[in-house]
């Protein structure tokens, strides 16, 4: 890339970050392609060039293709993206844009356009709103004594092994509460040694759900876990 995305830190708080809603859930990781045509959105063309000129960043948060589905709402998890790339086809007439999934936001505040009371403004997908945000990621998980996740993986220092005798717990307790332990359960239930997966926990947590059906609730909540164990 010819210029350096400047991620945010986590816990950050983004007074405009561009967002605008998909009938689909983005986990990071997910590369995303969009198509827009001058004729039918004309708007959100002119921001996406704007955006590959500056910082490069928006977001997407879902929101379902029929009536029942609810809104976007303030404390509603969304994917921070990162523009890789905008193409400019069919003559001038539309632009391909692809876009990498790069972290995960919560929706703070809506704004309202010129024919929504401010306290109803909603989210559509016909332009990108700016929203204000805060970036948020996954939280530290409960520390496991590796002899008692993973037996055998690796040398017990005489202070793990005063931990792991005063321990009232086997370890099928402790491997319930271990990343790297539920990756490899997980990737032998599903078949999945020696395959692309990744092995780092929260990379196989985010990779996993679109790789299988889920629930669009689901797929939701599995989004706006704060932590891989959770995910898991």
């Known amino acids: 890339l010819p210029g350096k995305v400047c991620c945010p830190v986590l816990d950050t708080v983004l007074p405009k970050l561009p967002v605008s ?38 977001g997407y948060i879902f929101q379902g293709a029929v009536e029942r589905d ?69 939280t530290g998980a409960v520390t496991v004594p590796r002899c008692l996740a993973a037996p055998g993986a690796g040398p017990i220092t005489d202070g793990l092994r005063r931990r792991v005798e005063l321990s009232s717990w086997p370890p099928w ?13 997980l990737s032998a239930k599903l078949g999945l040694e020696g395959d692309a997966a990744p092995s780092e926990p929260s990379a196989f947590s985010f990779w996993l759900p679109s790789q299988y059906p889920f629930t669009m609730a689901a797929l939701r909540q599995l989004l706006a876990y704060r932590s891989p164990v959770e995910r898991l």
């Open 21 to 58: 809603t998909l009938p689909q859930v983005v986990f990071p990781g997910n590369i995303i392609p969009t198509l827009a045509t001058e004729y039918l959105d004309p708007e959100i063309c002119s921001q996406l060039r704007t955006l590959q000129k500056t910082t490069r960043l928006f």
């Open 70 to 138: 609810p809104p976007p709402r303030p404390g509603d998890v969304g994917t921070l993206m990162e523009i890789l790339s905008v193409m400019v086809v069919d003559g001038g007439d539309s632009i391909r844009v692809l876009s990498r999934a790069c972290g995960r936001f919560e929706l703070l505040d809506i704004p309202a356009d010129e024919d929504t009371p401010p306290a109803l403004g909603e989210l559509r997908g016909d332009r990108l709103w700016p929203c204000r945000v805060r970036i948020v990621g996954d």
């Open 173 to 185: 307790v402790w491997q319930q509460y271990d990343g790297v332990s539920l990756v490899h359960a």
